[in-house]
């Protein structure tokens, strides 16, 4: 569908920043961009508001939405402690080789986009290294359920990769989880997931000083 396919590709720029957060969405640079009429564009748009992406506001129109750390909270609680039981359960009888050996290889490949500064495969990466415990447990829906519905903490992980000294220590930690996940211990996993994924919180004001036009205030 003509709708299917204007709002795959705006989501896709709205979460790698290719459209900055407060970016204006007119129906007049749309149509000829999609060379679609304006239904296919308004529900497109329709449901990226649904998802919190952009925001329509009757007399001044249509924009990407600021990052609102409200929601940014909620979708990295859900995110934390979803991933935390899912190690829990994944780590039961040992985490295995194939998944240390998966791990090992996807952090090769994200170093690799490190070094060219390839944020979006560097995310991309990152979101397939902690999927890893989802379908070592058999849940994978549910990993690619909540990632779906997490577009403001997508976007403010985006907005983490413009500082170089978060993405080594990404780097850094992926590589004490991959030790962690070798001992087999689930409890040493879990620790280290839980500061991984929660580092973010005290990192957030950096972040506002630094781009205090992506942010709602």
């Given at each position: 569908m003509l709708t299917d396919k204007v709002y795959s590709d705006l989501k896709k720029k709205?979460?790698?920043?290719?459209?900055k957060p407060g970016s204006p969405l007119s129906f007049s640079a749309l149509k000829p961009l999609y060379r679609v009429s304006i239904s296919p564009i308004r529900d497109a748009l329709k449901a990226l508001e649904s998802e919190g992406l952009v925001e329509i506001k009757p007399q001044s129109g249509t924009f990407v939405s600021l990052?609102?750390?409200e929601k940014v909270r909620d979708e990295r609680f859900s995110r934390l402690y979803l991933e935390l039981g899912a190690i829990e359960n994944a780590g039961k009888n040992g985490f295995g080789d194939e998944l240390a050996s998966e791990w090992e290889r996807l952090l090769d490949d994200?170093?690799?986009?490190?070094s060219c500064r390839n944020t979006g495969?560097?995310?991309e990466l990152d979101d397939s290294m902690h999927s890893l415990f989802f379908k070592k447990c058999n849940h994978i829906q549910v990993f690619e359920s909540m990632k779906n519905s997490s577009g403001n903490y997508h976007r403010i992980r985006m907005v983490s990769y413009l500082f170089d000294d978060i993405l080594q220590n990404i780097l850094v930690q992926h590589q004490g989880l991959l030790d962690a996940i070798r001992t087999g211990n689930p409890d040493a996993v879990i620790?280290?997931?839980r500061k991984h994924i929660s580092k973010i919180e005290t990192e957030t004001s950096d972040?506002?000083?630094?781009?205090p036009e992506y942010f709602k205030k």
């Open positions: 709205i979460l790698s920043l290719s459209l990052i609102d750390l994200q170093k690799a986009a490190y495969k560097f995310l620790a280290l997931d972040y506002q000083k630094a781009f």
